[in-house]
């Protein structure tokens, strides 16, 4: 099945710095998302991509859609202690259906 | 407008019994996925339902697992005769459109613990 590789497994930065992480895949996708998942809780959306080459800011944070369309990076600058968490990857390839391919997380701990 | 509501948040069974997972979608929407998370893992898909029909159950195991999304109330995914294996956490999405074609995404509720002892 359809797999997205997503790196870096985790970061532990300083507060104040920026981050960066990034998702690839074998497969072309339609969509990329980032989501944020808190302990105990479930992923809540921080940036939506759909179109290849796309460039899309929310806040501190900004996502892109490769040109490839097999890949997408989240940057987060200046980091703050509540940006701790782990932050999901997720590509949309069918259209039928809409099903959601994850990848493994990047946990992000922010020292103060 | 509530998010996507999902109960319980906890449920422990021992091996054999069944699980009932319950996830009302946020007002509006009509179409209903389930994901399982494995501890350290990212989410994977299992089901896609609209009201009264199963669209996609592909990620779904074929023995003891089941759902259903009936015209009134919450859409159930049950686990019959559940394994050591099965615990895990269990979120459901919602969304008022086929997220592939409309650009709608999926908007996810807390998640159910399924704990089997």
């Known amino acids: 099945g359809q797999q997205l590789n997503q790196s870096p497994q985790s970061m532990f930065i300083q507060e104040g710095e920026d981050v960066s992480m990034n998702c690839t895949s074998s497969s072309i996708f339609n969509t990329w998302l980032w989501y944020k998942q808190d302990p105990g809780e479930g992923p809540v959306l921080l940036i939506a991509l759909y179109k290849a080459g796309e460039l899309t800011s929310n806040g501190r944070l900004t996502a892109q859609f490769g040109i490839t369309r097999k890949d997408s990076f989240l940057n987060i600058s200046a980091s703050i202690p509540s940006d701790v968490g782990i932050y999901f990857c997720?590509?949309?390839?069918?259209?039928?259906?809409?099903?959601?391919?994850f990848g493994q997380g990047t946990t992000l701990q922010v020292k103060p | 407008n509530a998010g996507v509501m999902q109960n319980p948040r906890h449920l422990v069974r021992r091996r054999g019994q069944e699980a009932r997972l319950r996830c009302s979608p946020m007002k509006g929407h009509s179409h209903v996925y389930w994901y399982r998370q494995l501890p350290e893992e990212g989410l994977k898909f299992m089901v896609y339902l609209q009201k009264e029909n199963i669209i996609d159950e592909s990620g779904m195991p074929k023995e003891r697992f089941s759902a259903e999304f009936p015209k009134e109330g919450p859409s159930i995914l049950r686990i019959q005769q559940v394994v050591r294996g099965d615990s895990a956490a269990y979120f459901c999405?919602?969304?008022?459109?086929?997220?592939?074609?409309?650009?709608?995404?999926?908007?996810f509720g807390p998640g159910t613990r399924l704990l089997v002892l």
């Open positions: 997720a590509g949309q390839l069918e259209v039928v259906t809409g099903k959601l391919i």
């Open positions: 999405a919602s969304s008022p459109k086929r997220g592939g074609a409309s650009r709608e995404t999926q908007y």
